[in-house]
C-alpha cells in the first residue's frame, strides 16, 4: 500500500487532533493527491499506530495548499474561525511565507493573497460551493448522520488506527 494514501491531513487531520471544528460528520475516506503529503517535506508529519498525520499547523497549511492548487479556490475558512491559539496562529502566517508561497504559482499566489486578505477580515466572499459539491455533502451528511459523538471514532476506523 502507498504511504501516501493513509496521510491523514486537513480538516480531517484538524478534527482528529481534537479541534471538532463542525458538528457534522465528515467523509474520512478521501485520499488526498501526493502532492499534498510531499510539497513541504516532513515538516509538521507526525508517525502514529503506523500512520503518518499532520500536526495541527501542518494539516491546516495542507488544506490552504490543496484548496489553492488542486480546486484553484480562495479557502474558505479563517484562522479564527478555528480553535488554533495565538502561537498556532503565528506559526501558521510564518509557514505561509517559508514553505507555501515558494512553491505556488503566481497565479496561486493570487489567491493566496485573497486569502491573507479574507483572513485579516476584509470582505472578499470565498467562493460558494458548487451544486455538485453540495448535493454530494448532502448524500455524505445523510449517510453519516448528524451525530458527531463517535467522529473520532469513525476517523479511526476509516485509517485503521
Excluded at 496561486?108 to 451544486?131: C, D, I, S, V
Aim: net charge neutral; glycine share 4%.
Amino acid at each position: 500500500m502507498d504511504k501516501h494514501l493513509s496521510y491523514l491531513t486537513g480538516m480531517e487531520a484538524l478534527n482528529y487532533h481534537g479541534c471538532d471544528w463542525h458538528s457534522f460528520a465528515y467523509d474520512f475516506s478521501r485520499q488526498y493527491p501526493k502532492e499534498v503529503r510531499e510539497w513541504a517535506g516532513d515538516w509538521g508529519v507526525e508517525r502514529k499506530e503506523n500512520r503518518e498525520i499532520a500536526n495541527p499547523v501542518r494539516a491546516f497549511l495542507d488544506y490552504l495548499f490543496y484548496d489553492i492548487r488542486f480546486r484553484k479556490i480562495v479557502p474558505s475558512y479563517r484562522l479564527t474561525d478555528l480553535a488554533f491559539s495565538d502561537e498556532e496562529e503565528k506559526e501558521i502566517m510564518e509557514k505561509v511565507k517559508e514553505f507555501l508561497e515558494p512553491v505556488l504559482t503566481e497565479e496561486e499566489k493570487k489567491l493566496l493573497e485573497k486569502w491573507k486578505q479574507y483572513n485579516a477580515g476584509g470582505n472578499y466572499e470565498p467562493a460558494h460551493r458548487t451544486l455538485y459539491e453540495r448535493e454530494a455533502w448532502k448524500r455524505r451528511f445523510k449517510k453519516t448522520g448528524s451525530n458527531a459523538g463517535n467522529l473520532k471514532e469513525r476517523i479511526r476506523k476509516a485509517f485503521n488506527l
